[in-house]
């Protein structure tokens, strides 16, 4: 996979790119990762890229012309029609686990990085395809969120985190958080690893993981229940864990 991310700060890039699974993805051939400055499209002696906006206002707004043709030249560097051009933006639709995994599905991603007040609006009408935001807050910029964004993406393209199923075990993968984890020392300040993990019983241990699963999103992300289809199973296993919760 290629993912192409527009922005006028490059260099803020560098160190988490370069670092840890992205950069073993990058490595092995999994993702190519480029960055693509608009300025270098700014074809004006001081090569400008934001102006003021039209009708007044505080702030400025990026320039229509350099966004284009730093898009333009990205999507000529790969010859496929399975892309997805996609705006930073706190408007945009929440970024989610479903939302990366769709991502992952396409040969090229390009990321958008808005500043200033914003892009002008033409480009959002015909270039982009589609606007994700990764919380409801403002960032001086769209590059964190760029992070963010390629970091979730990548773990989800096969063979980035070596085991097939890596990601499936992840947090929000299935609708679910995640079940706790252990290693070792068995024991660490008198807390016991739960002995469940240590019987080799694998289905046991599936079953363990499972409720614990369960038990953790009832506690922190209860709407998240609302949200996925629950087995006879997860039903079982709730009704336990209310249960005890209720002192049963």
């Known amino acids: ?56 206002g505080s702030g400025m707004v990026m320039k229509p012309e350099p966004i284009f043709r730093a898009v333009e030249n990205v999507v000529n560097a790969v010859a496929s029609a399975n892309r997805r051009i996609v705006l930073m933006c706190p408007g945009g639709q929440p970024f ?15 990321l958008v990085c808005g500043h200033y ?9 015909y270039v982009i395809d589609e606007a994700v935001s990764i919380g409801d807050y403002v960032l001086t910029g769209g590059e964190l969120p760029a992070m963010v964004i390629t970091d979730a993406v990548a773990r989800m393209l096969p063979g ?41 019983d694998h289905a046991k241990i599936e079953r363990w993981r499972r409720k614990e699963s369960l038990r953790i999103t009832l506690a922190r992300r209860p709407d998240l229940l609302d949200n996925i289809e629950l087995t006879p199973q997860d039903h079982k296993l709730l009704q336990e864990i209310k249960s005890e919760q209720a002192g049963g």
């Open 1 to 56: 996979m290629r993912i192409d991310i527009i922005s006028l700060f490059p260099e803020m890039f560098t160190g988490p790119l370069g670092h840890s699974i992205l950069k073993r993805a990058q490595d092995s051939g999994l993702l190519a990762v480029h960055v693509t400055n608009p300025r270098d499209f700014a074809y004006d002696k001081h090569r400008i890229v934001d102006d003021y906006p039209f009708g007044g």
């Open 96 to 110: 989610d686990q479903a939302k990366a995994r769709e991502l992952a599905g396409y040969e090229q991603l390009i």
């Open 117 to 125: 007040e914003g892009i002008d609006d033409r480009i959002q009408q």
């Open 160 to 200: 980035v985190l070596g085991a097939d199923d890596g990601a499936q075990h992840d947090s929000f993968y299935n609708g679910l958080l995640e079940y706790p984890q252990y290693t070792r020392p068995r024991e660490f300040n008198g807390w016991e690893v739960p002995e469940i993990l240590l019987s080799g």
